[in-house]
Structures are given as C-alpha cells and as structure tokens.
C-alpha cells in the first residue's frame, strides 16, 4: 500500500499528461466510462479488456500522448496490484479453507440449532455476515444457498423471508468492509486508514444490514411470496468429511485478522506515537497482510488438520482457492490504471474544482459518482475503483476519519439498484428460481436500500465524528 499511496502522491505534484480545459477533460470522462460501459453490457466484453481499452479512449480523448496514456494505465494497474493483489490472494486462500474444511458448515448449523421461528432471518443474517467476512460475494452466494433452501423448506418459511437476510448479509460485507477487493483499492486511492475504515464500516454495516434483511424482508416474502424451488440442494462439503473444525476454532480463525487490525486502529489513536515501541508492533501484526497472513496460517491448523487434510491436500487447496481469483485480480488491477489514467490526465483536479463551485458536500458527490457508473457497468467492483479515482484529489486535507467516510460512501454507492447489466442479479435469480420482475422487486430493491441507508449513514456521521 506504501508504494500506492506515494504514486498518488507523485501524481499530486508532477504536470498532468495533457493540459486540456474543463469541457474537454469533461467529454474525455464521458467518453471513457461510455466506452466501458459499451463494451461490457452490448458487446459483452470482459471488464479487464474493457477497462483496458477505456483507459486508452480516455487519454486519446483528452488528448493526451498514447505512450504517456499507456504507461498511466500500467503504472496504475501495477500499484494496485501490488497494494491490494496479496491481500486478495490471502482473502480468497482462507474462504475455500473455510469452505472446504467444512469449517462455514459448522458456524452454519451451530447458529441454526438454536434459531427458530421469527429468530430465523436474524439467524441468517448472523450467519451471512460473520461468512461474508473472509469470501468474496458469489463465493459466499454458493455457500449459503443449501443453507437457505434448506432452513426455507424444512420450515415452510418463504423463501424470500430467509433468502434476503442472507443476500443482504453478503452484499454489505461485499461493499463496505475490508479486505473485500472493492474497498482495499478505495482505501488505497483516497489513502485512508484501514483500520478506522473496517471500524466504521463496521458500524454502518450493522443497521444497514438490519433495515435491509430481517426488516425488508417482511415486505419482499409478501411482494414475492415464492417456496424453495424443487431442485437438487448442492452437496455441502461437509457431508464427505468425516471430521469437521469446532465452531470456536473457526470463529476464531475469520474474527482474527479483524482483531488485528482493530487492535492497530486502536492503538493508533490512544498511543499516537510513531516512535513508541507498542504502536510499532501493532503497525506490523494489524497491518492487513500480516493480518490475513496469520489467519490463513492459523487455518491450516484450526480449520484442515481437524478435518484431516494432508499436507499434499493442503497444498492442493491453495492453488485451487488461488485460480478463480486470476479475473478479479486483472479487473482490479485495471481499474488502477483507469484510475491513474483519470488522475494523470487532470480529471482529479478538475472534479475537485467543479466541487468548490457547485458546492457539493464530498461524500455525497462520491456516492452519486459510485451510483452512476453502477447502473451503467453493473458491477460494484468497477463502480468503486473508477469513482475512487475520480475523487482522489478530495481527499487531500481531510482528516483520517473523513477518509475513512468517503471510502464507506463510495462503497454504498457502488451498490445501488443491481438489474440485468450485473452478475450478481442473474445468480440470485437462477438459484431462487425467480422471474426477471421478481428479482427486481427483491434482490434490486434490497441493494437500493442497502446504498441509500448506508450512504445516509455515512452522511449522518460525518456531522458528529
């Protein structure tokens, strides 16, 4: 994160590649996100190349040199790689631990032996958002679908009831707390403090969840009053272990590298002494990749040897956690370079003055920019690296918890009103059996609630923090 935050910083103070005015720079933008936004939804492009070839149409727009264009594009994706790929790489390591070792399985079933009735969609909830930690979204989607078809079938419940807390669960973890990819590469951009960044998150994620789950789900089961579709539950991986971890080891495992860096926040703030020996420690054990690093080591013997792994198995599980991730990584990576096309053409600088004129707070106008590019690419990954870098330059002079803010604005605002443009939607639809105009009366409007209680949230705390 080091080496990100000081291209940033260069990019502060070096002359633009292009000295173009406000109105050209504007089309470039234009331009640019048009570009990806055509090539992802009508010719079905993969959002690494999209974003690649957008990078290279927002330089050629704003009228910048194409070697200059492309080495910002790759001096971005570089640095981003760089700061967030390993931490990605661990993320991804320990959830298919987690899901192989039978470990989800076993927080799963604890919690649901002792939920019944109306506690069920709390349950859900619960059990989303403490998986949704460590795995990415459609990995966590996977997990918990036997999960949820079978508490909705065997508790004659609707399926929407116990399907939208857990979905909700997901999708705040997904966008607004750490080390999702989403809010890594935000916090790198606007070089926000991780630490007081999961704090907060934390703290607008457990209401946001509440309204958006449990409560909203009320409304979506009688909107959408559908029964678990008759189709074969997927296999849990539990069922061909004949030993699986115990649920304080496992819990333990997950919640260790948010202990950490809660710790390093914490002790920032009561020591606040670069030179104390204390601070210095937990600088290096909070730091998220030692974090993530400890957990996953701690998961070989937490999480596999109960559940009697081999050491060739286990060495066979990392590489398979680490191949689905090769995409994520490529599109993250691009919207680095997006993102440093947009701050070494000027774009940065012309958003944070066109802000002063118009007078437009800071977060609300992240959250708005995050919104935008969501509805028109569809993804909450792409919507949070590109507007972060659009709103880098608003970053400078704010306060450690301001930074921490605007990151958690963008994030709510990348999750705005999921439709047919985003994977996310086609997933939820297939597994749940549901019609197009189900799916957005639930799923869509469950992601809406979820960006607009978070960003308000976020707002409201801006004004008492």
Do not use: C
């Not at 999708?171 to 916090?187: E, K």
């Not at 308000?456 to 923090?465: F, N």
Request: charged content about 10%.
């Amino acid at each position: 994160m080091t080496r990100l935050n000081a291209e940033l910083l260069a990019a502060d103070t070096v002359e633009p590649i292009t000295s173009a005015g406000h109105a050209q720079l504007g089309i470039a933008v234009l331009a640019g996100i048009a570009v990806i936004v055509l090539l992802i939804t009508k010719f079905k492009l993969h959002a690494f190349l999209s974003l690649t070839i957008g990078s290279l149409a927002l330089g050629a727009f704003a009228g910048a040199p194409l070697d200059k264009a492309i080495t910002s594009f790759t001096t971005g994706l570089g640095t981003t790689v760089a700061g967030v790929g390993v931490l990605i790489a661990l993320g991804a390591i320990l959830g298919k631990m987690l899901a192989d070792s039978g470990g989800a399985d076993e927080i799963v079933d604890t919690i649901l032996a002792k939920a019944s009735g109306r506690s069920m969609p709390w349950a859900m909830v619960l059990i989303a958002s403490v998986i949704g930690l460590p795995l990415f979204f459609e990995v966590g989607v996977v997990l918990l679908i036997p999960v949820v078809l079978m508490v909705a079938k065997r508790g004659n419940y609707s399926l929407m009831r116990i399907g939208i807390p857990a979905l909700a669960g997901l999708s705040v973890m997904h966008g607004l707390v750490p080390p999702h990819p989403g809010p890594l590469v935000a916090i790198d951009a606007v070089q926000a403090n991780l630490g007081v960044t999961l704090a907060l998150g934390v703290l607008v994620a457990i209401p946001t969840v509440i309204i958006a789950g449990p409560l909203f789900s009320r409304y979506a089961a009688r909107w959408v009053d559908v029964p678990a579709p008759d189709k074969m539950i997927p296999q849990r991986a539990s069922e061909e272990l004949e030993n699986r971890p115990g649920f304080g080891a496992t819990l333990t495992t997950i919640l260790l590298p948010v202990v950490l860096m809660l710790s390093k926040a914490l002790v920032d703030i009561v020591i606040d002494d670069p030179e104390n020996t204390t601070q210095r420690i937990f600088d290096v054990i909070g730091s998220p990749l030692i974090a993530l690093l400890a957990s996953v080591l701690l998961g070989i013997f937490t999480l596999l040897r109960p559940a009697g792994f081999a050491k060739e198995r286990v060495s066979g599980l990392v590489e398979k956690g680490l191949a689905p991730i090769a995409g994520i990584l490529l599109i993250v990576g691009a919207g680095g370079g997006f993102k440093q096309t947009l701050i070494d053409s000027g774009v940065g600088q012309m958003i944070l003055e066109i802000s002063e004129d118009w007078s437009i707070p800071a977060l609300l106008l992240a959250w708005l920019i995050a919104v935008a590019i969501r509805l028109a690419t569809g993804s909450a990954t792409v919507a949070t690296v590109s507007a972060a870098g659009l709103v880098a330059p608003l970053a400078a002079g704010m306060s450690t918890t301001e930074t921490a803010l605007l990151v958690l604005a963008i994030g709510a605002g990348s999750l705005f009103f999921s439709h047919v443009n985003d994977a996310g939607f086609w997933l939820v639809k297939e597994y749940f059996g549901l019609t197009v105009g189900q799916t957005i009366k639930t799923w869509s409007v469950m992601e809406t609630i979820i960006s607009v209680v978070a960003g308000g949230i976020v707002l409201l705390l801006s004004l008492v923090i």
